[in-house]
């Protein structure tokens, strides 16, 4: 057997992948009979069509086996959420630009087998930067998606605020349970790190946390694990920290025609007429995919309520003027 093929077997074993791993054992079966070795061969098939056998008797056939979560224990609950999201990029509104690049992380993840064949490997540290409400977490929850991953989500500031003090020991802990599975991992809140920095409480506290995170960024990752981190304010992070990411990503407010696309997807059968799109337009810019989303899901909701089979301008508007008031309002 190659090492090509045992590499392969191990993969689709890391991943849980029972299918892909009997059907490398039957490349291998069929390597055997190539080569003249008919009783290897048979001996491999039997065994192959005997698990089979099996799969069939307990879980449905043809389905992966599912990653087992890992459930942080005791006082590490509630600090880690798992979930497995089941949304695709294509749900999402995005720039040509940031969708390719997505597009690619996507491929080089699902074709990670022929990189590393070829010595290389998948990009998996991403930073996602910018405004609240544009989408970075959604992404996160689009790439476990479109991977079929389970999205391990730490909310960096959460953690401070539960544990200063001993925040970069708690980090470590994590980091140990989770770096076994092979997962989408996001850390959100990210710039808590810079933010923090300069806290007269702060005794090493910091640089310790910053360490924990750098060291689980440069472990080796068996797993191609997708380590993602979001934050809002890029300039405070430290430079140790930026240089270790493959690929930053920056996302923005909508410009007048993405965010017309995103309001219209989500008003779905209710969507109103372009004639009336001019009377309000207007009213889009400066608001985020998050406070769009809100406007539109609100008069959806009264249109159903009502009875109502198309949105109007007027009340359209009116949800998207309410947005930009609160928005005033919160302003900081
Ligand atoms: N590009 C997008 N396409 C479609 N919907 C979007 C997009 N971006 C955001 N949304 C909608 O807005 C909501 C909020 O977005 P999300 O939570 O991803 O923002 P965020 O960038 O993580 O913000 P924050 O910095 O506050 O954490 C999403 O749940 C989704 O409904
Ligand atoms: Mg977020």
Redesign the pocket.
């Known amino acids: 057997m190659s090492t090509k093929h045992l590499v392969a077997l191990l993969n689709s074993h890391i991943d849980g992948d029972e299918e892909q791993f009997l059907s490398i054992a039957l490349q291998v079966a069929a390597q055997e009979a190539r080569q003249g070795r008919a009783d290897e061969a048979d001996k491999l098939k039997r065994l192959v069509q005997k698990a089979r056998d099996r799969q069939r008797g307990g879980r449905p056939a043809g389905g992966q086996t599912p990653i087992p979560l890992a459930r942080p224990r005791g006082e590490l609950q509630g600090l880690v959420e798992s979930s497995y999201p089941k949304i695709a990029l294509a749900?999402?509104?995005?720039s040509d630009d940031v969708r390719a690049r997505l597009m690619r992380v996507v491929r080089q993840q699902q074709e990670r087998a022929a990189l590393r064949d070829h010595g290389q490997v998948p990009t998996t540290h991403m930073l996602l930067v910018?405004?609240?409400?544009?989408?970075?977490?959604?992404?996160a929850s689009a790439l476990a998606g479109e991977l079929h991953l389970p999205l391990f989500t730490i909310r960096l500031e959460a953690l401070f605020s539960r544990y200063f003090g001993e925040t970069a020991g708690k980090l470590r802990l994590l980091f140990d349970q989770i770096a076994q599975t092979r997962g989408v991992y996001l850390l959100?809140e990210f710039d808590a790190i810079g933010a923090r920095r300069g806290d007269p409480n702060d005794v090493g506290e910091i640089r310790r946390v910053l360490n924990s995170v750098l060291a689980f960024m440069e472990e080796p990752n068996t797993t191609d694990s997708l380590v993602l981190a979001?934050t809002?304010h890029v300039e405070i992070l430290d430079e140790a920290l930026a240089r270790r990411f493959d690929e930053v990503i920056e996302?923005d407010l909508p410009d007048r025609a993405g965010a017309r696309a995103?309001v219209e997807r989500r008003l779905g059968k209710f969507k109103m007429s372009a004639r009336s799109w001019p009377s309000i337009e207007m009213k889009l810019d400066g608001l985020s995919?998050?406070e769009l989303?809100r406007a539109a899901d609100a008069v959806v909701k009264d249109a159903i309520l009502e009875g109502a089979s198309k949105v109007s301008s007027d009340v359209l508007g009116r949800a998207l003027q309410n947005r930009q008031t609160l928005k005033g309002k919160f302003r900081r």
């Open positions: 749900s999402m509104v995005l910018g405004p609240p409400g544009t989408g970075k977490t959604m992404t959100d979001a809002n996302y995103l995919q998050g989303v």
